[in-house]
């Protein structure tokens, strides 16, 4: 059987009409707060000749400029040849813009400035105007080097884009300014974490936060990979983000709101994003979407884009079971230049696809689908997967059930540990450890590799992270010293090289969802939460407690150790919600939240 796409043009763009206009109905506030430097990084003068009174702008500020305390900001003067010049660190990464404030110089006339936002300390020193440096992180997306003027007892705001460092030059050379006072405003979505977690291990726990940290930024106007580059819709990135959003936040509009826009976007029979996986993945999410959250309309509102996406996939595969797709065949970026790998991940992928859509078929009560569905994946069933020595390849083909050899499959994901691993596809190697009994591994790889990151100073997880580069680097938040590695100039690849690449970026966020997965073992069962199974791992752990949101409310856990080793856990679930414990030895006790 081969299901039919939406072939009316008019109908295709009335239905994505339709599906915007219902998910923005209900739109989440983004709130904009003030936020003082934390630190001046770097002066260009310390003598006070050009730069005087600079502490000043780490003083609490009222935010309203007065006569009485106009000269009591930092007092900048360039000259021909030599430019006042400050670096002010904010302490995280953000997303947003600068609010830089005069003060009361002699001259009434405004001044101009350069501002230079970076999300290290190399990028903000770094310059857009070198057109062959290799390493030039470009004013694309989003401006991060520009120039403002900031006016005589008044403020100016400018600048939206990721950043944690802004460099403020002072350009015009003619006379002293009194740069009052310099705050970032940043704009964050004003919905609290649900989901937490929390173990004997800090280190996990600081990654966890930084994993819903990194995502909740990405959380702006739509669903974005990067807060700095490259600021869209993609649905390959959104899987990760989707998942940690489901653990920390449960049902948020943005979601089904940048979904809508993906399909209004791609009228079938085209490709999300141009790429046959995107699509792909915009499948697993509808069904993970519905898994956790039940939004049983919403779902309903999906139908015929998924029926015609579904007869489009099911096209692509032949009769011996082989996937054909075209468009762009996409894994990651590391995999990118492997033909063979890419082929043995997209045989994996339209097999999760296809279970997927068996699943949305039988939520759906849509006979056809389901006999689609079914009958693509007999065809599917009787190819087994080569994944080429490819952590990216031998973890899909394990979470799809398609490993030819899954026992030689993990010890490719072990193999090197974190070498190999990629911020976005090493959610997934986590996944297919857990699923084959490696969890005490998966733990310890999230510690090395996503651990990384935070002590080489990130307060948001990356694109990118080449792991063999970790060992002579130097932290993002200081300058490079000349025998150490500048990771950030010097990381990248493809169209992220050097100082282009993202410092905040959603497909990182993995280990969050893992966490709250594995660790504390929720897992639903049937759509909506209404049974979730509790299957809690310590491993090495002395205790962990969490919480993770359903529709009907929060899902408590708290799993203790005893003193024979064995772990005992503590359930307090919400009324209508039915708990299942598969923890083999483990013991469980219940009581309902009123």
């Not at 030689?408 to 190999?420: H, P, R, S």
């Not at 591994?441 to 990118?464: C, N, P, Q, R, V």
């Not at 359930?571 to 030895?585: E, F, L, S, T």
Request: aromatic share 10%; charged share 25%; net charge negative.
């Amino acid at each position: 059987m081969t299901m039919t796409t939406l072939k009316s043009p008019l109908m295709r763009c009335f239905v994505g009409a339709v599906l915007l206009t219902l998910a923005a109905g209900a739109h989440a506030e983004i709130r904009e707060t003030p936020l003082a430097p934390v630190r001046i990084v770097w002066m260009s003068d310390t003598t006070g000749t050009d730069i005087s009174n600079a502490e000043s702008l780490l003083k609490p500020f009222s935010g309203q400029i007065s006569v009485n305390d106009a000269a009591n900001g930092a007092r900048l003067r360039s000259r021909p040849g030599r430019t006042a010049s400050l670096l002010l660190d904010f302490g995280k990464e953000i997303y947003g813009g600068l609010k830089l404030y005069g003060g009361m110089p002699q001259s009434k006339a405004s001044k101009c400035f350069r501002v230079c936002l970076g999300e290290s300390v190399t990028e903000a020193m770094s310059s857009v105007d070198i057109d062959d440096n290799p390493q030039n992180p470009t004013n694309e997306h989003s401006l991060r080097d520009f120039i403002v003027n900031v006016p005589w007892l008044g403020s100016v705001e400018c600048g939206k884009s990721g950043f944690r460092f802004a460099r403020i030059d002072l350009l015009d050379t003619d006379e002293p300014f009194d740069l009052r006072y310099v705050e970032a405003r940043s704009f964050l979505r004003d919905d609290p974490e649900v989901g937490s977690f929390e173990c004997s291990d800090s280190r996990l726990n600081d990654i966890w936060e930084t994993g819903a940290y990194t995502v909740k930024l990405n959380m702006q106007d739509y669903v974005w990979d990067g807060i700095k580059r490259d600021r869209l819709v993609w649905l390959g990135d959104m899987h990760p983000e989707v998942m940690t959003i489901a653990s920390v936040w449960g049902e948020m509009p943005v979601v089904h709101k940048t979904l809508d826009y993906a399909v209004a976007d791609t009228p079938l029979p085209g490709w999300m994003n141009g790429m046959c996986s995107y699509s792909l993945w915009w499948l697993i999410i509808q069904r993970d979407l519905y898994l956790y959250q039940g939004n049983l309309d919403y779902l309903k509102s999906q139908r015929d884009y998924i029926r015609g996406l579904v007869g489009q996939i099911d096209a692509d595969v032949d009769k011996d079971g082989r996937e054909r797709l075209d468009g762009q065949r996409f894994l990651d970026w590391p995999t990118s230049e492997n033909p063979a790998v890419i082929g043995a991940g997209l045989q994996s992928m339209p097999y999760m696809a296809r279970r997927a859509a068996a699943d949305i078929a039988t939520y759906l009560g849509d006979a056809d689908m389901l006999a689609c569905a079914e009958g693509c994946l007999r065809r599917m069933d009787k190819v087994k997967i080569k994944t080429h020595n490819s952590k990216q390849a031998a973890a899909l083909g394990i979470i799809a059930g398609r490993s030819g050899n899954a026992g030689a499959d993990v010890d490719v994901i072990k193999k090197g540990g974190a070498n190999g691993f990629s911020t976005f596809y090493g959610y997934y190697m986590l996944e297919a450890l857990a699923a084959t009994g490696h969890k005490d591994e998966a733990i310890k790889l999230i510690s090395d590799y996503w651990g990384a990151m935070l002590d080489l100073g990130a307060t948001t997880f990356w694109e990118d992270l080449k792991y063999s580069d970790v060992a002579n680097a130097a932290p993002i938040d200081n300058f490079v010293p000349a025998h150490k590695y500048d990771i950030h100039a010097g990381g990248g690849a493809y169209c992220y090289k050097g100082l282009r690449l993202s410092l905040c970026h959603g497909w990182a966020s993995g280990p969050t969802a893992w966490l709250s997965r594995h660790v504390l073992g929720v897992r639903p069962l049937e759509p909506g939460c209404a049974t979730i199974e509790i299957n809690p791992y310590l491993g090495d752990l002395e205790w962990a407690k969490g919480s993770f949101p359903t529709p009907n409310g929060p899902v408590n856990i708290e799993i203790t150790r005893q003193a024979d080793g064995s772990p005992l856990c503590h359930v307090k679930a919400p009324r209508g919600i039915k708990v299942v414990n598969r923890a083999d030895g483990d013991v469980m006790t219940y009581e309902p939240n009123p």
